[in-house]
């Protein structure tokens, strides 16, 4: 079951979403871009600690859900990715789309391990766009990934 609730990072009260399933709640704000789930407990909060030191840095406490929240990283394979970049004081949301790696540039993108074999695709992250921190939407937007009823495309 999904329902809206207010927001503990940003306290928009539209666009943060609760999936209730029978042993797991998953939330997700589309204003803030702010993220989390019923097992990021202070007795679980080692398990996310492999991730940037600026998604750790952002990370807020929910006092009455007794859970962390994280700045989001949604990679969505050929379309590109969305995630935050810069320091605590001063960030933004990036969107990298996918290009096609030029035949001229493919020895650059070697595929590991695969002798002979390119990479012919790569994130473009050197042309990202930015977007403010509570803009999240408006890069989910870009990327194509939700139209204006925050419903997925298609």
Same mark, same amino acid.
């Given at each position: 079951?999904?329902?809206?609730?207010? %927001? /503990?990072? %940003?306290?928009? &009260?539209?666009? %943060?979403?609760?999936?209730?399933?029978?042993?797991?709640?998953?939330?997700?704000?589309?204003? %803030?871009?702010?993220?989390?789930?019923?097992?990021?407990?202070?007795?679980?909060?080692?398990?996310?600690?492999?991730?940037?030191? @600026?998604?750790?840095? @952002?990370?807020?406490?929910?006092?009455?859900? &007794?859970?962390?929240?994280? /700045?989001?990283?949604?990679?969505?394979?050929?379309?590109?990715?969305?995630?935050?970049?810069?320091? /605590?004081?001063?960030?933004?949301?990036?969107?990298?789309?996918?290009?096609?790696?030029? *035949?001229?540039?493919?020895?650059?993108? /070697?595929?590991?391990?695969?002798?002979?074999?390119?990479?012919? *695709?790569?994130?473009?992250?050197?042309?990202?766009?930015?977007?403010?921190?509570?803009?999240?939407?408006?890069?989910?937007?870009?990327?194509?990934?939700?139209?204006?009823? @925050?419903?997925?495309?298609?």
């Amino acid at each position: 079951m999904e329902r809206v609730i207010t %927001c /503990p990072i %940003c306290d928009d &009260k539209d666009r %943060c979403f609760e999936d209730v399933q029978e042993t797991f709640s998953s939330f997700m704000c589309f204003n %803030c871009g702010f993220m989390s789930n019923s097992n990021y407990t202070d007795e679980n909060v080692d398990k996310i600690e492999h991730t940037s030191r @600026l998604i750790n840095e @952002l990370s807020r406490f929910d006092d009455e859900r &007794k859970i962390h929240w994280y /700045p989001s990283v949604v990679n969505m394979g050929k379309l590109g990715i969305i995630f935050p970049d810069g320091s /605590p004081s001063d960030w933004v949301w990036k969107m990298a789309r996918v290009v096609k790696i030029d *035949e001229s540039e493919k020895e650059s993108y /070697p595929i590991f391990g695969k002798e002979g074999e390119y990479y012919t *695709e790569r994130l473009d992250i050197d042309n990202a766009m930015d977007f403010g921190q509570f803009e999240f939407l408006s890069a989910c937007k870009a990327m194509g990934i939700v139209n204006d009823s @925050l419903k997925p495309q298609k």
